[in-house]
Each structure stands twice: as C-alpha cells, then as structure tokens.
C-alpha cells in the first residue's frame, strides 16, 4: 500500500456474497483444479478486457471451505481491475465512485474476508466496494485519522480465537486491529527485530487460513527506493521471521496470494510472483497501472500448483 503524501492505490482482491461472479467455494480437496497459471512462463504484457472474467457462480460455503476459482482485484488509485489467477490477464471494471459531497482522497488498500466482502480504506474511512462495480459504501469513520499502509483481514483464531479481525500497519511498523462497528484501532505489536535488523512495513501484508501471514518490508531507515524484503509474522508469538532479505523490487504495495504463490504489485508498475520460500520475486508482466495495494480472501486456496 501507499505511504502518506503518495498518491497510488492498488489492490488485489477476491471478491464474493453476491458482489462478485468470480469466487467459488469447495470443501475439502481442491486439487483437481487444473487451470492455475504457469508462473514459470515467459514474461508478458497482459491484455486489457472491458469486463470481468466470470469463472463461477457462489455456492452456500460450508465449513471447511476453501475458495478454489476466484478473480483477483488489482486498482490504481482511481480504478479497479480484476486479475485471473490462471492466465495472470487484468481487466477493468469500474472508477471507484463515493456518495456525492463525499471528500475522499485516492483508494489506499483493501481487505477481503471468508465471505469474499472486499474492505477498503480511504481518507479517514473504511469502506465496503462493490467489486462488479466499484462503488463504494462507508461502513465507519476512523476516529484517530489513522492512515493504514497495509490492511487485511486475518482468519478466525490468529488474533481472536472466534472472529476473523480487520488488522492494519502503519509505516512506523505497528500492526493495529481495526474494529469495523465503531472504527477504534487498537495497537496489536510493533514488528520485533529479526535477523539482527529493525523493519518497517513497506506496503502491504496478507494473511492465508491454513498458510502464514505474509508481509512486504524494508530495513528501517533504508531508502524508500531499496528493494523489499519478504517476512512471516506471528500474530500469537508476537514474532516476525525474515524469509527473504531482497524480494528483488522495491515499492511492493500490494501483496495477494493463490495456490502457495504470493503475487506482488509494485508502485512502478510491475506484476510479480513472490517464492514463498525464499521471498525472491520475478517479473510476471509490466501492466500501465501503477500499484498501491492489495488482498485476497483469507480462505484463498493453499494447494500446490500443477
């Protein structure tokens, strides 16, 4: 996500509960899906359509589900677009449109539930989007004016044993859990030192059910133009784990996650893959868009690619 005083906004989602034609749910294995993209393909420069991919229809979600098609959701700081997973293909879907005589500065980042609900901050408020067509709704003013670099919603039982939380951070390396009924944050942890090293948070974390809590970093007090790092943070230990010291682009704002790949948008325009293991990132294409932000819902599927 964007730092204060920037103007950019992007964010990679998936979106559902009748808002969105691209998010399906399954229970139990879901490996049989066989149409994940090759990430070790050539690099290329994606294809702009007018209109969302519809790749399903929404059945009830029974417990234990997993979201095995689903679009992925990228914006700048005026416009959504959609992402298929399966041919890494961007598709515009809207200008992000607020209630008249609203003053709203650019869309800073998102957060997508269990339920696929897409969450987003800007100005002073979190907002519900509509991902067929962008419009946005207020749920609930920001009481403290805190501005949130990052944002995601994180599974049920990794900071509240019963609820999934709207979680936060702030570019002085804060995690904040966001209450969306009244808007109060209140400081979860500030990052810990790792690797004998302070961080900040460069832009964006996503959190998976099942996987980890991804986050995009950058040593503290390095230039904002020095490549990120990958970490792994622990919401019950209170802990962060470098997994990789040079992602190997800087400006990674938005981070989503599919099929045991962390994808990353970066402010200069590029769209990369993220190994999760050893946090090294490669260049999928180089959109026209610049990127701010990013999420995916928190029971993305966390199969192994074909």
Same mark, same amino acid.
């Given at each position: 996500?964007?730092?204060?005083?920037?103007?950019?906004?992007?964010?990679?989602?998936?979106?559902?509960?009748?808002?969105?034609?691209?998010?399906?749910?399954?229970?139990?294995?879901?490996?049989?899906?066989?149409?994940?993209?090759?990430?070790?393909?050539?690099?290329?420069?994606?294809?702009?359509?007018?209109?969302?991919?519809?790749?399903?229809?929404?059945?009830?979600?029974?417990?234990?589900?997993?979201?095995?098609?689903?679009?992925?959701?990228?914006?700048?700081?005026?416009?959504?677009?959609?992402?298929?997973?399966?041919?890494?293909?961007?598709?515009?879907?809207?200008?992000?449109?607020?209630?008249?005589?609203?003053?709203?500065?650019?869309?800073?980042?998102?957060?997508?539930?269990?339920?696929?609900?897409?969450?987003? +901050?800007?100005?002073?408020?979190?907002?519900? #989007?509509?991902? $067929? /067509?962008? !419009?946005?709704? =207020? @749920?609930? %003013?920001?009481?403290?004016?805190?501005?949130?670099?990052?944002?995601?919603?994180?599974?049920?039982?990794?900071?509240?044993?019963?609820?999934?939380?709207?979680?936060?951070?702030?570019?002085?390396?804060?995690?904040?859990?966001?209450?969306?009924?009244?808007?109060?944050?209140?400081?979860?942890?500030?990052?810990?030192?790792?690797?004998?090293?302070?961080?900040?948070?460069?832009?964006?974390?996503?959190?998976?059910?099942?996987?980890?809590?991804?986050?995009?970093?950058?040593?503290?007090?390095?230039?904002?133009?020095?490549?990120?790092?990958?970490?792994?943070?622990?919401?019950?230990?209170?802990?962060?784990?470098?997994?990789?010291?040079?992602?190997?682009?800087?400006?990674?704002?938005?981070?989503?996650?599919?099929?045991?790949?962390?994808?990353?948008? +970066?402010?200069?325009?590029?769209?990369?893959? #993220?190994?999760? $293991? /050893?946090? !090294?990132?490669? =260049? @999928?294409? %180089?959109?026209?868009?610049?990127?701010?932000?990013?999420?995916?819902?928190?029971?993305?599927?966390?199969?192994?690619?074909?």
């Amino acid at each position: 996500m964007r730092p204060p005083l920037l103007s950019l906004g992007l964010l990679l989602a998936v979106a559902g509960c009748g808002e969105s034609p691209g998010l399906r749910f399954t229970t139990g294995d879901a490996s049989a899906d066989s149409g994940a993209v090759d990430m070790d393909g050539a690099v290329t420069k994606p294809d702009v359509v007018a209109s969302p991919l519809d790749v399903g229809t929404i059945p009830i979600r029974d417990n234990g589900a997993v979201a095995t098609e689903a679009l992925v959701y990228a914006h700048s700081d005026t416009t959504l677009y959609s992402v298929n997973p399966r041919d890494n293909r961007f598709a515009r879907i809207a200008d992000f449109t607020f209630p008249r005589g609203t003053n709203v500065a650019d869309m800073t980042d998102i957060a997508v539930d269990s339920e696929g609900a897409i969450t987003g +901050t800007a100005g002073d408020a979190v907002w519900r #989007i509509d991902a $067929r /067509t962008a !419009v946005c709704t =207020r @749920v609930v %003013t920001l009481p403290e004016r805190r501005f949130f670099v990052g944002l995601s919603w994180v599974p049920r039982g990794t900071v509240d044993a019963n609820n999934e939380v709207l979680v936060g951070a702030t570019t002085d390396g804060a995690l904040w859990r966001i209450d969306v009924g009244n808007g109060r944050a209140t400081q979860l942890f500030m990052l810990p030192r790792a690797s004998g090293q302070a961080w900040t948070i460069s832009g964006d974390l996503v959190s998976i059910d099942g996987d980890a809590t991804y986050i995009t970093l950058r040593r503290d007090g390095a230039a904002s133009t020095a490549n990120d790092a990958l970490g792994v943070v622990d919401f019950r230990s209170r802990t962060l784990r470098i997994v990789g010291t040079d992602v190997g682009y800087p400006r990674v704002f938005g981070v989503g996650y599919w099929r045991q790949t962390l994808y990353g948008f +970066t402010r200069t325009g590029d769209f990369i893959t #993220i190994n999760t $293991r /050893t946090g !090294v990132g490669r =260049r @999928v294409s %180089t959109p026209t868009m610049q990127f701010s932000g990013a999420g995916v819902t928190t029971i993305a599927s966390i199969e192994a690619p074909p």
